[in-house]
């Protein structure tokens, strides 16, 4: 499961009615699936989650190749307009993400999907002139099972 976790953190971000106010339905799993020279005309704001790698944790006395645990990095790019609206979105994913993993049921799809544990850490804001957006990336790097 752990090849998919970005999988997870979409789920997470596509349910949030908090979220669709600011972004409606610009949330994407890889990319937006447009033409680069379409790219710059992609209204902000928007997110974007990332699969940033994965490794395998180890061996075990059960196997002298794959550990029982995976570290996988996921990646949540977010643009907006101005300083403070990028603030709040950012705010409102990192809250986002915490509550869906707190309160996924052991009977729910996700269920298996959802990390172990987590560290996060955030890229600097940065300012893109050619778009123009604020923009920022959240970094998850998750503990999970394979």
């Given at each position: ?52 790698g ?72 940065s ?18 099972t394979?």
């Amino acid at each position: 499961m752990s090849l998919i976790t970005d999988k997870v953190f979409y789920n997470a971000l596509k349910g949030s009615a908090t979220l669709e106010e600011y972004v409606g339905d610009r949330i994407y799993n890889t990319s937006i699936d447009t033409p680069d020279e379409d790219l710059l005309n992609e209204p902000v704001p928007y997110i974007i989650i990332t699969f940033d790698g994965m490794q395998n944790e180890g061996i075990t006395k059960d196997s002298s190749y794959e550990g029982d645990t995976d570290r996988v990095q996921i990646g949540i790019e977010i643009t907006a307009e101005t300083r403070e609206q990028l603030g709040d979105i950012a705010e409102t994913v990192r809250a986002t993400i915490l509550s869906y993993f707190e309160n996924t049921e052991d009977t729910d799809d996700d269920f298996d999907l959802i990390p172990v544990d987590y560290t996060l850490s955030s890229g600097p804001i940065s300012y893109d002139a050619l778009k123009p957006c604020f923009w920022q990336v959240l970094s998850y790097n998750c503990d999970t099972t394979p």
